[in-house]
């Protein structure tokens, strides 16, 4: 044996320990790189797509539901049930009316805005706890983690904290979100796949999300009602984000 040579069994144990450091290295990097994908306003018309390409790329997502939407729109009822059978979809709830999009006045009623919440679990065929995402507000209350929206200024956040603290002790887990995928008003997405992608590199680079690792992505259903701008761009999107090393979450696990 040289003077620099080691002994066959020790190398074989550095090399088997720097392979341990990199294997954990490695699942530590993508578990610190996960993105929920998460899907509002549904059932419309392109739920369907977007079932179909979380299906097809087999993810998880969160769709967060509209009450209403069930109930008038064109195979509501049909579409809540297949996202129901598909084992990696997480329902949520987003309210029965949607506020109306009149969020102000909505929100100035806290027991009309608890009451819209409840009237939805029915509707959804959810109980308690629910995961939910309380409409135009990017407001989290879970265990542990509680913030506000930014966008809403001072007076309206006190006119409107007691809507969120009583939905919270209704039942609800409200999640807000971290990132959009912004859509134009006739539906259609307004970034790019490259655009978003390189956005959320950028964002993960920084690291300044609710949770650090962790990037909530909130999207629209009707951004995917078509074949072209809506399934193919969602499914670029996702496949993506999988060739760049991001993890995708199960929205039941981001506040453990």
């Given at each position: 044996m040289g003077?620099?040579?080691?002994?066959?069994?020790?190398?074989?144990?550095?090399?088997?320990?720097?392979?341990?450091?990199?294997?954990?290295?490695?699942?530590?990097?993508?578990?610190?790189?996960?993105?929920?994908?998460?899907?509002?306003?549904?059932?419309?018309?392109?739920?369907?797509?977007v079932l179909s390409v979380l299906k097809q790329e087999n993810v998880p997502a969160a769709m967060f539901m509209v009450g209403l939407h069930v109930e008038t729109s064109p195979r509501g009822r049909e579409l809540l049930a297949q996202a129901k059978a598909l084992p990696l979809v997480t329902l949520g709830n987003h309210s029965y009316t949607h506020a109306n999009n009149r969020y102000r006045v909505f929100y100035s009623n806290t027991r009309a805005v608890?009451?819209?919440?409840?009237?939805?679990?029915?509707?959804l065929g959810l109980s308690p706890i629910v995961n939910a995402r309380l409409p135009g507000r990017d407001v989290f209350r879970l265990p542990h983690i509680a913030t506000e929206d930014l966008s809403i200024n001072v007076a309206e956040w006190q006119r409107e904290w007691l809507d969120y603290e009583l939905v919270s002790e209704a039942g609800f887990y409200l999640y807000g979100w971290d990132f959009e995928w912004i859509h134009s008003n006739d539906g259609k997405p307004v970034q790019s796949v490259d655009?978003?992608?390189?956005?959320?590199?950028?964002?993960?680079?920084?690291?300044?999300?609710?949770r650090p690792g962790k990037m909530i992505l909130l999207m629209h259903d009707e951004m995917f009602q078509d074949q072209f701008n809506g399934r193919e761009k969602l499914a670029a999107l996702i496949d993506a984000l999988k060739q760049r090393g991001y993890a995708f979450g199960d929205i039941g696990s981001y506040h453990q």
């Open positions: 003077r620099y040579d080691f002994p066959r069994n020790i190398f074989q144990t550095l090399l088997a320990s720097a392979f341990l450091v990199f294997a954990s290295s490695t699942t530590a990097l993508a578990t610190d790189r996960t993105i929920y994908l998460t899907f509002d306003d549904g059932p419309l018309q392109g739920t369907e797509n608890v009451s819209d919440m409840l009237h939805a679990n029915q509707v655009t978003l992608v390189s956005e959320i590199d950028h964002l993960f680079r920084y690291n300044k999300f609710v």
